[in-house]
């Protein structure tokens, strides 16, 4: 039996992150996880924002991706990027390298699933593979249905998850993101290139749909995509945290001797569903409080004045993002004024906070369309949200 300060369950970009961090602070890290190496079903996409929490050199280049296609009903426009505003890496690669920079910080990496978890006087025991290893602290970086947040607190209920589901599209080799919204199951679908495949998927929350019904939205759309005919489609489907106000507010990200990082905690953004910038900070945020005094009040504080705060906005908006007047207004928005179209694209990149998103629009001067989009965005879910009693931006 090993001995750690810190045991560390899932080698995604959270736990990768937060077990590195750890280490490089002097402490023995364990991290634990029998997936790798995969390729993770997801878009690929990696925002400028979360880019920047990385090291230069510490990640192999993505493909940067200068147009996106915004699609909704029979109405398209195309948008384009600035220079280090999205990136595309298969997932494989991304996540293999943060796994690979924790090995070299001195992490003792097990490549196995962890089978049980006990604690007892303090320590947890966690056993994978024929191995068993001790700490006093457990870190759940294993996913919205990983068994670290089984074990400490309750698991995400349907309603508060979205169902993602769709196809890797072999052998296609394209340049444009497309983004469809789509009316009936409300929510998106997505076509990132990747290097080899084309990630494409279609996300809408999980008490409204199935897995079935996005798989047929997917696949209806990819029937009709040119870049798409003829090839090979691998079909995947998983579950993505999409926390409302309310559930954000009653969230426990951390406890007695555990804590939660990434979407094990919930930490995605409820609008666009991503969570790779929210998966690296907070990794880094439950390194940086596991050092100190009164570590998970720290780092439940910490998660809540930095991240909550923003996801509790994005979930206020929510609720006016996807009705179909809102999205068809937002392509004519797009395609007739190129101060809000900067603003979206700030948006998409996570380089605008909801924070400031609806003074940002009024101050674009455009501004007959920008209180039209924000009529149609914002009035309906502070409609709804207050009769849930919870608190708005």
């Known amino acids: 039996m090993e001995h750690f300060e810190a045991i560390v369950i899932g080698a995604g970009p959270s736990g990768a992150v937060a077990a590195r961090q750890l280490a490089h602070a002097g402490a023995r890290v364990a991290l634990i996880d029998g997936s790798h190496p995969r390729e993770k079903p997801c878009g690929g996409g990696v925002t400028g924002r979360a880019l920047d929490l990385v090291a230069p050199g510490e990640i192999p280049a993505g493909r940067t991706i200068r147009t996106v296609r915004f699609e909704a009903g029979r109405k398209s426009t195309s948008v384009q990027l600035p220079q280090g505003y999205l990136d595309v890496f298969s997932r494989e690669v991304f996540d293999r390298a943060l796994l690979d920079r924790a090995d070299e910080a001195g992490v003792a990496v097990f490549r196995q699933r962890a089978t049980s978890f006990t604690r007892a006087n303090g320590r947890w025991t966690v056993t994978a593979g024929t191995g068993t290893v001790t700490a006093s602290w457990l870190i759940g970086a294993d996913g919205a249905a990983g068994a670290v947040r089984k074990k400490v607190t309750r698991p995400f209920e349907r309603a508060q998850l979205s169902i993602a589901a769709g196809s890797y599209v072999d052998g296609s080799d394209i340049s444009e993101i497309v983004i469809r919204f789509v009316d009936e199951p409300r929510g998106y679908l997505w076509s990132f290139p990747r290097p080899g495949h084309l990630a494409v998927g279609t996300c809408a929350q999980a008490d409204a749909t199935s897995t079935a019904e996005m798989h047929g939205v997917t696949d209806r759309w990819l029937d009709q995509y040119t870049p798409a005919h003829g090839r090979p489609r691998r079909r995947y489907a998983w579950p993505i945290p999409s926390l409302g106000a309310a559930d954000l507010d009653a969230e426990r990200p ?11 905690a919930g930490l995605v953004d409820p609008i666009t569903r991503e969570g790779i910038f929210f998966a690296v900070r907070s990794g880094m945020l439950a390194a940086a409080a596991l050092g100190a005094p009164d570590s998970a009040a720290r780092y439940a504080e910490a998660v809540r004045d930095e991240l909550h705060d923003e996801l509790r906005r994005a979930a206020w908006l929510k609720a006016g993002f996807f009705r179909p007047r809102f999205t068809s207004l937002l392509i004519d928005a797009l395609q007739k004024s190129p101060a809000i179209r900067d603003v979206m694209i700030d948006l998409v ?45």
Do not use: C, H, N
């Open 349 to 393: 990149a996570g380089r605008q906070s909801y924070r400031g998103l609806k003074r940002r629009l009024l101050g674009t001067l455009e501004f007959g369309l920008a209180a039209r989009v924000i009529s149609q965005r914002i009035r309906p879910a502070r409609a709804r949200s207050r009769t849930a009693g919870s608190r708005g931006p």
């Open 254 to 264: 951390s406890g007695d001797g555990w804590m939660l990082v990434g979407d094990a």
